[in-house]
Structure formats: structure tokens, C-alpha cells
């Protein structure tokens, strides 16, 4: 019964903080990143820092790295308030976290994506979709508004 009345209490929490906050909600909330999407997203930012090393590129710096991380983390839980609030309408997210990619990657002399980076967060991005069931199948949901 106790963990009952806390799954219910930790259930109104995050719906009040995805309400409160125009669906983004409180990191202290967030559900966990599965392994996989954890993964993913380390290794695009490894990928970003190995570049920034190998290349010695002045484009980017750590700041940028960890506005991406942000920027993801963010994707996530917008994703999760989605699910929360039972909407079926996923792809404004999308495109939003397609555009703060483009800003930031014009920003660093569209230098922060790369190949690889991009295949990564493109996962990320449709891998989460499919993890709270707004996707069935595997496909490229950022194309439309992608520029990197």
C-alpha cells in the first residue's frame, strides 16, 4: 500500500511540474534515460569532445558540448511530459529540438555536428519517441526541419 501512495504522489508530481513548466519538467523528476539512450548520448558528446581535441578547433568549446547535453536532457523530458499528459502530438518537439540544433551548429561555424554526431543525436531524438510509444517503427523524424 505504501508503494502505492507513492507512485501515486511521484505520478501528480511530475504531471504538476509538466504543467507548471509548459512541459518541461524538473530534472530532480525526470524517469531515468535507459541504457541505450544513455549510451547515445555519451557517446555524441564524447565524439564532439574527441573532435574538438583532434581538430583544436576554436569553433567550439565545452560550453557548447554541454549545451548539447541540455539540450537532449530536455528533449527527454519533454518527450516523457508528452506521454504523462497522454497527448499524441510529439513532432512540435521535435522540431524544436531540430531547431536548437541548427542554431547551435550555425552558431559554431557548423562545426559541433558531424557525420557521426549527427547520426547519433538523430537517434537519440527518434530512439526517445519510440521509448514513450509515439513511434512504432525506426524512421527519420528530424529530416524535415534538420540542417546539420
Known amino acids: 500500500m505504501k508503494s502505492r501512495k507513492m507512485i501515486l504522489i511521484y505520478t501528480l508530481i511530475l504531471l504538476t511540474s509538466c504543467i507548471a513548466k509548459g512541459n518541461h519538467l524538473d530534472y530532480s523528476f525526470m524517469v531515468a534515460e535507459d541504457d541505450e539512450l544513455?549510451?547515445?548520448?555519451?557517446?555524441?558528446?564524447?565524439?564532439?569532445?574527441?573532435?574538438?581535441v583532434i581538430s583544436n578547433t576554436l569553433?567550439?568549446?565545452e560550453l557548447?558540448?554541454?549545451e548539447v547535453d541540455n539540450i537532449l536532457?530536455?528533449?527527454?523530458?519533454?518527450i516523457y511530459c508528452a506521454f504523462?499528459?497522454?497527448?499524441?502530438d510529439y513532432l512540435p518537439y521535435v522540431q524544436e529540438i531540430v531547431r536548437k540544433f541548427n542554431t547551435l551548429n550555425m552558431q559554431t561555424n557548423?562545426?559541433?555536428i558531424e557525420t557521426i554526431e549527427r547520426e547519433l543525436l538523430c537517434d537519440y531524438i527518434i530512439k526517445t519517441t519510440i521509448r514513450f510509444g509515439f513511434l512504432k517503427?525506426?524512421?527519420?523524424?528530424?529530416?524535415?526541419w534538420r540542417e546539420w
Do not use: G, P, V, W
Request: no cysteine; net charge negative.
Open 38 to 52: 544513455i549510451r547515445i548520448r555519451e557517446s555524441a558528446l564524447i565524439q564532439m569532445r574527441n573532435y574538438l
Open 137 to 144: 517503427d525506426y524512421s527519420d523524424i528530424t529530416f524535415a
Open 73 to 78: 536532457l530536455e528533449y527527454y523530458n519533454d
Open 84 to 88: 504523462i499528459i497522454n497527448t499524441t
Open 110 to 112: 557548423y562545426s559541433i
Open 59 to 61: 569553433d567550439y568549446s
Open 64 to 66: 557548447e558540448i554541454k
